[in-house]
């Protein structure tokens, strides 16, 4: 059984950064989702398990990167130019390769809260 624990959630202002992070088991490529209120959950970063390879929806190209600490067993999700309708709960999730991850992780963290104010 795989535990992912998010942390690194919060409110900050349009325009601010927050730097996600999430513990989990090595091994798996790990991703980020979000889901805002009334939405789905969708897709935003994914890193292979070496940390060579990411994907990112197209959403956070430019403003977000998804960087791994092997030796920690930590992956971090680093969000610039933050906008209010980033607002959501994000999700560290887990899987076998990014592209599969990206579609239909294996396992799932509880999420950490972010809110973006205009």
């Known amino acids: 059984q795989v535990q992912l624990v998010e942390s690194g959630g919060g409110l900050v202002q349009a325009g601010g950064s927050l730097k996600l992070s999430c513990a989990a088991s090595?091994?798996?490529?790990m991703g980020w989702f979000r889901q805002a209120p009334g939405k789905e959950r969708e897709f935003v970063a994914a890193i292979s398990r070496s940390g060579g390879g990411t994907l990112y929806a197209d959403t956070a190209k430019g403003r977000f990167t998804i960087s791994r600490d092997n030796a920690e067993n930590t992956v971090h999700l680093q969000m610039n130019s933050l906008k209010p309708e980033d607002t959501a709960a994000y999700y560290c999730a887990a899987g076998i390769s990014t592209t599969i991850l990206a579609k239909a992780p294996n396992y799932w963290g509880r999420g950490t809260q972010v809110t973006v104010s205009s």
């Open positions: 090595g091994g798996y490529a």
